[in-house]
């Protein structure tokens, strides 16, 4: 196997983490975030160099409305940073995992991928930086990241969120508060139960099928 030449890797990390940093700015808020994209929109012109091909693979649910706007604000960060964006997802870890594989086949410049279920993502993780592709994490990974060798990680701790959720309720009077996981395996929503667990350890954790409202499971 033949690694990209040392320049190359820079640049293609380079552009990837511009275009994740302005996704985090468009995922931040419907107004805000999408905001601060437009005012960088309009004060910078699209870049002059040369195309590069970025895949950025999630786990999002078809239809997930969070998920929607995060690859709008990737797909904007493309355009302006001259990147040929092509984004997947899958909620199954393994088949996320297989999404990576066909990036890593088709020799992508980069990967921008979540780590929600990284027991099932590591593996490719690892043969797309052994294959000399940059990749960066988004949403899920902080624990994970470093150790799969990845270059960086864009996203918020969710023990603490957790804990401040947590923190909210008990002050608000709260005995039992229920935390719900709609998505079983992500290690994010996981952690996040746990701070809240931590702070009211009463706290009832809550499984529900996030694509049908009606299916709960409670623990």
Known sequence: MTRPRPSRLRRSATTLTAVVAVLGLAACSATGGRKAVEERENSVGNAGTPTMTVAMVTHSAPGDTFWDIVRKGADDAARKDNVDLQYTADPDGAKQANLV???????????????????????????????GIPVVAVNGGMDDYQKLGVLSFFGQDERIAGEAAGTRAQREGAKRPLCVIHEQGNVGLEDRCAGVKAKVPATQVLYVNGKSPRRCRPR
């Open 101 to 131: 594989q066909q990036a890593i086949d088709k020799k992508v410049d980069g990967i921008v991928v979540t780590l929600a279920k990284p027991e099932a993502m590591g593996p490719t993780v690892r043969r797309a930086i052994a294959a």
